[in-house]
């Protein structure tokens, strides 16, 4: 008889062994830590991951998990929850390209939780987060869920769940059952992410995880799951994703070991270069180069009065997921504008750069710049969407009021995994984000931690790195 997609996936965050990653699957891990490392201490001051760690902090574990930046010990759900809002909420954690748009270094949080929970070593870390981004990228290629009214993050009950087991130290059987309790109880509604968006966009992924940890934590203690989750007959395909027989990699029915024949997923995800919504990250870089092109200097009205209008041709996934709303046109939230194309490539033509300064409410709400944005036209191009999800291709066209008009379009842009960001752009960037809140040293400190992480016996020793000094 067949074995589950449950016990296909069991069986591989139990078999896999950290010898079968390879020098340059370890590396990339150790990369997009430092990275969520950069992008949670860049959020440490947001209203919604204050919000987050204050009711985190009304729990307390022996055992637990650290809340990033502080020493208190926390549940370990609980502090996948918190740490987990930390990464996301810039909007610039990296992205899997696929039916199903993801965020897989959102399951690093998770992964850590459980980890320092069960005092494991850098090297069990390494694999789990491989795994989690193995589950989550392959059921992302399976089926998109989005198109269903689900969100994205519902396959992120999975990944945690199976990190968190391996974590924990689950046997087969019982990661078997996490999947089943993690999967029975998380389907995400889509509305997350349409119209004006809320604090929630960046705290939806973090819940998913939560209930991926509690899961891996009843079953470690004996708790059985409902099963077969996916295939049964009120199951998650009938239900929520429809059919997943095309999952590849090492879930396909076929699959012979952990080793998949096309590589391991995380080598395929994008890091990204500008705090923006994945798909405009072309379009910025378009936008820039126009800029550069056409001569516009200065920023806020004069760089606003040099642009008559701008076109953005764009491919299907842009289109439906940033740029088709009315809302994205009058964003009233910073969740909407970093999820606005034509507020996004407007702001990168009139400022010159895109960082957390254009998603402050002051300039998201400038008259003047909103008037620019209602000039902004979004076109769907057939084109563009044939080279998707290999490509995430954007043309922008500006015409001037002195009557001049350019077009430049690219397709990958910085830190897109056919155009990667070296270490020494990672490093910026996470310095960038981290340097202010830890200081330099400690920052840098805490890096140098996660480039020796295969040497580390207990990955609890990063917590008073990351301490934040009030």
Request: aromatic letters at 6%; glycine letters at 8%; one cysteine or more.
């Amino acid at each position: 008889m067949q074995a589950t997609l449950a016990e296909r996936m069991a069986a591989f965050a139990t078999g896999l062994r950290y010898e079968d990653l390879g020098r340059d699957v370890a590396h990339e891990v150790k990369r997009v830590i430092i990275d969520s490392l950069g992008c949670a201490f860049g959020a440490w001051h947001e209203p919604p991951c204050v919000i987050a760690r204050h009711v985190a902090c009304t729990t307390s574990s022996v055992r637990g998990a650290t809340l990033w930046g502080t020493r208190h010990l926390a549940p370990p759900d609980w502090a996948a929850f918190a740490n987990g809002c930390l990464v996301r909420y810039l909007d610039y954690n990296d992205t899997y390209l696929s039916k199903e748009p993801a965020h897989p270094s959102d399951n690093i949080p998770a992964a850590i939780a459980a980890g320092q929970s069960a005092r494991a070593g850098g090297r069990e870390l390494i694999a789990a987060v491989v795994i989690a981004y193995e589950v989550q990228c392959r059921l992302c290629d399976a089926a998109s869920i989005r198109a269903r009214g689900w969100d994205h993050v519902t396959y992120g009950a999975f990944s945690t769940a199976l990190a968190a087991a391996r974590l924990l130290g689950l046997d087969e059987n019982k990661t078997r059952h996490a999947v089943g309790i993690a999967g029975v109880a998380s389907a995400a509604l889509r509305q997350s992410r349409v119209g004006e968006l809320s604090h929630w966009k960046g705290a939806a992924f973090a819940n998913a995880a939560r209930h991926g940890v509690f899961a891996a934590m009843l079953a470690a203690e004996g708790m059985t799951g409902p099963s077969p989750i996916f295939e049964g007959e009120k199951g998650f395909e009938l239900l929520v994703s429809g059919p997943l027989d095309s999952i590849g990699g090492p879930f396909a029915a076929d699959a012979r070991g952990v080793i998949p024949d096309d590589g391991f997923m995380i080598r395929k995800s994008c890091i990204k270069f500008w705090p923006a919504e994945y798909h405009a990250q072309s379009a910025i870089a378009a936008a820039l180069q126009l800029r550069q092109q056409l001569g516009i200097t200065g920023s806020g009205e004069d760089a606003i009065d040099a642009i008559d209008s701008i076109v953005v041709e764009s491919h299907d996934a842009a289109v439906d997921i940033i740029g088709s709303e009315p809302q994205k046109w009058l964003p009233n939230s910073r969740e909407t504008a970093d999820h606005s194309l034509p507020y996004i490539v407007a702001a990168a033509l009139v400022d010159g750069q895109i960082t957390s300064r254009q998603f402050a409410r002051q300039r998201f709400t400038d008259p003047k710049l909103l008037d620019l944005v209602r000039r902004v036209k979004v076109l769907r191009n057939a084109d563009l969407s044939s080279l998707y999800p290999k490509s995430i291709a954007n043309m922008v066209t500006v015409r001037t009021t002195d009557g001049r008009t350019a077009t430049a379009r690219v397709d990958d842009p910085p830190g897109h995994s056919n155009n990667p960001l070296t270490d020494a752009q990672l490093l910026a960037k996470y310095h960038s984000l981290a340097d202010p809140v830890l200081g330099v040293r400690r920052a840098q400190e805490a890096a140098d931690w996660v480039w020796h992480l295969d040497e580390v016996e207990d990955i609890s020793q990063l917590m008073p790195l990351i301490e934040v000094k009030l």
